[in-house]
């Protein structure tokens, strides 16, 4: 096939050949911008997680239509926070949720929710909570962080 006169004959591709290899490179490229943005969310919610439980306060990482995170909540609404020192923090309405609990998973050996911290420690999920609760023992870690009146 002469494109213009002069021109050097090319060589003869066929749709199907030229078409496969568009679609491996399309199918490299999204695999290789979903793996970044996969650790850039990744990356993202380590850091909103780390910054979340740091201090002195009492952190729940929930989703509001979960029992356990309910009864959790419930629990922790006996005792008298001082201002700012108890946060519930709603993953469900998150984009990045899938990222949080994979992280969650990685730092306290659990993915569901709730996950409750107190200070920069996990004491567990809802019913962890109530068996500190019963035992007396939940009030004593919410005063050794500060994080009660």
Request: net charge positive; aromatic share 10%.
């Amino acid at each position: 096939m002469r494109l213009w006169s002069g021109a050097q004959t090319l060589p003869t591709v066929s749709l199907r050949s030229y078409s496969s290899v568009c679609v491996s490179v399309w199918n490299y490229y999204k695999q290789s911008q979903f793996r970044s943005l996969t650790l850039q969310q990744a990356e993202m919610a380590q850091q909103f997680v780390k910054a979340q439980i740091k201090g002195d306060k009492v952190v729940v990482f929930m989703k509001p239509t979960c029992s356990f995170c309910i009864m959790a909540k419930d629990i922790l609404s006996n005792y008298k926070f001082k201002p700012g020192h108890i946060q519930y923090i709603d993953i469900n309405s998150r984009s990045d949720m899938d990222s949080i609990q994979d992280y969650l998973l990685e730092l306290t050996g659990q993915r569901t929710v709730p996950r409750v911290f107190i200070g920069e420690e996990c004491v567990g999920g809802g019913s962890d909570v109530a068996a500190l609760h019963r035992s007396g023992k939940l009030e004593g870690m919410l005063q050794a962080v500060g994080a009660v009146q």
